[in-house]
């Protein structure tokens, strides 16, 4: 059993991991800015803090032995959240990351497509810029899990791959649901693989 605080608890992803994490007897922090929308759950905390107020969100992860954060590209600082967990003493960070960012062929981003949706672009392109950043930083033990080009709700299976910075995809495209992915997020906490990488799940 480990202490997990999760940033972005009550979103698509963020709920998916918070059960995951409850089910199998992890205690959790929830964090949320409305944590009435957080699930009751087993060993679940909730708690409303906005991640980007350094100084609350510090106080909040003080303690735990990991932070996953699971919130949108596009008006997060990033730096922001690391200073907090810096401050809080925490090095254990894993994110939920984007898609654009894998490659689709050697050096070609699924982003630098020519027929990546536009309505997307903002979001996937500060994606990959998070994870640039998270590459520059050496006193954090982070992760940053891609999900397949679709990431949506579906059942819990337990079957799926895992891949580099490759985009996965199968006959019937690039997907995974947002339970399975969970899974192979608490994976990653409980037996960390791919420390200071990114890496990804798909079907």
């Not at 979103?11 to 959790?28: C, M």
């Not at 949320?32 to 409303?48: H, Q």
């Not at 079957?159 to 997907?175: C, H, I």
Request: charged share 25%; hydrophobic share 40%; glycine share 10%.
């Amino acid at each position: 059993m480990a202490r997990i605080a999760l940033i972005g608890a009550s979103g698509n992803a963020g709920s998916s991991i918070l059960k995951e994490l409850s089910d199998r007897g992890h205690q959790v922090t929830a964090i949320a800015r409305n944590p009435e929308k957080i699930a009751d759950l087993p060993g679940v905390t909730a708690t409303g803090c906005d991640a980007q107020d350094g100084a609350a969100l510090a106080e909040v992860v003080r303690g735990h032995d990991a932070v996953v954060s699971s919130v949108r590209f596009t008006g997060t600082d990033f730096s922001i959240i690391t200073g907090a967990l810096r401050d809080a003493g925490v090095t254990r960070y894993l994110v939920v990351g984007g898609a654009a960012s894998l490659e689709v062929a050697p050096g070609q981003r699924l982003l630098d497509q020519p027929d990546f949706p536009e309505a997307y672009k903002e979001e996937a392109t500060s994606g990959a810029d998070t994870l640039d950043y998270l590459r520059t930083l050496d006193d954090f033990e982070w992760t940053f899990l891609s999900p397949s080009a679709m990431f949506v709700p579906g059942e819990r299976t337990g079957t799926f791959r895992l891949g580099k910075d490759t985009l996965l995809s199968n006959e019937n495209g690039s997907s995974i649901s947002f339970d399975d992915y969970a899974i192979a997020m608490v994976d990653e906490i409980e037996d960390p693989k791919h420390i200071r990488q990114r890496f990804t799940v798909g079907y």
